[in-house]
């Protein structure tokens, strides 16, 4: 399979390695994307791949949270210009579809476009959608949304940059007041902030670990050949212990940490502890306006032959 410019533009993205390493690391692996992440992490040239995709579509996220705070959606609406994203008709469109997928039974994205629009019955959400793009004059879509919802306790919403990131964060208590509230913000803040990719330990999923042992222990014995098994495991559980303080929400050094090396976690703790509360944080949801679509960009590419001699 010939290596094509775009495709080296999106492997460096994906793993911050250098142009012409990217590009032996397709050749080598004849361009499938997942094991030339890899051979770049066993020959110590990339960190863990990037998971949230790059930010290239325009549009909004948008959060609703019913009266009683028990349940809440988080809606990703697109547009083709950040112009259109910012007019006030699509942002009160946006807010509709979320109004609508806070109540809705869909579980999935396809099942919510073919029920009836809630601010018209004659219409589907999908044709709802078409006539909005008739009137805007730009191509729109309900690209996804996620709900949480909990027993006891409440769920907090953040929006940030104008609908660039949304939170929801789920917070399970015994106790529900205004320093609890603002607890679960800061959560949300550093979700936003952050990027984490789970939220404790208990999500990651063990076929992920072990692979991740076993790329990082390929890394360790081309750093250390003549180091014994005892000192290749002990780097090795370093280092997972290193990327789960970075991809699990409770395991991050809390952000606003006087000491700078308080988790989230001890946060949480301490203001349970200090409202006499019995509390957690069982899950979040973040949305990142874009994240994984790409724009095309020929001049980007060009530049990357060019340099390449491809």
């Not at 051979?39 to 549009?59: M, Q, S, V």
């Not at 076929?207 to 005892?230: F, G, M, S, T, V």
């Amino acid at each position: 399979m010939a290596v094509t410019a775009a495709m080296v533009k999106e492997l460096r993205e994906m793993t911050g390695a250098g142009m012409m390493d990217c590009k032996k690391a397709l050749a080598a692996t004849e361009g499938d994307m997942d094991k030339a992440v890899e051979f770049l992490r066993e020959k110590g040239l990339a960190g863990a791949a990037k998971k949230a995709g790059r930010i290239a579509a325009e549009g909004i996220v948008v959060a609703d949270v019913t009266e009683d705070g028990k349940k809440a959606v988080v809606v990703e609406v697109n547009a083709e210009t950040d112009f259109v994203a910012k007019n006030e008709k699509f942002r009160t469109y946006a807010a509709d579809v979320a109004a609508q997928a806070l109540t809705t039974d869909a579980a999935d994205i396809e099942s919510f476009m073919a029920e009836k629009w809630e601010k018209d019955p004659s219409m589907t959400v999908k044709e709802a959608l078409s006539a909005q793009i008739a009137v805007i004059g730009e191509n729109m879509n309900i690209r996804r949304f996620e709900r949480l919802s909990v027993e006891n306790g409440f769920v907090a919403s953040y929006i940030h940059a104008g609908g660039k990131i949304g939170v929801l964060v789920a917070v399970e208590s015994d106790v529900v007041n205004d320093e609890i509230k603002e607890m679960a913000r800061n959560v949300a803040m550093q979700a936003a902030a952050l990027k984490p990719l789970y939220t404790n330990r208990s999500e990651v999923d063990a076929d992920y670990i072990a692979k991740e042992k076993e790329i990082l222990a390929a890394a360790a014995r081309n750093e250390k050949p003549d180091a014994n098994d005892k000192i290749i495991d002990g780097m090795v559980m370093g280092r997972i212990n290193k990327e789960l303080k970075e991809i699990c929400l409770l395991d991050q050094v809390y952000v606003k940490a006087e000491d700078g090396k308080q988790a989230v976690s001890k946060y949480v703790e301490s203001v349970a502890k200090a409202n006499n509360a019995k509390l957690q944080v069982v899950k979040f949801v973040r949305y990142e306006t874009g994240e994984g679509l790409e724009k095309k960009n020929e001049d980007f590419a060009a530049e990357v032959a060019k340099q390449m001699g491809m």
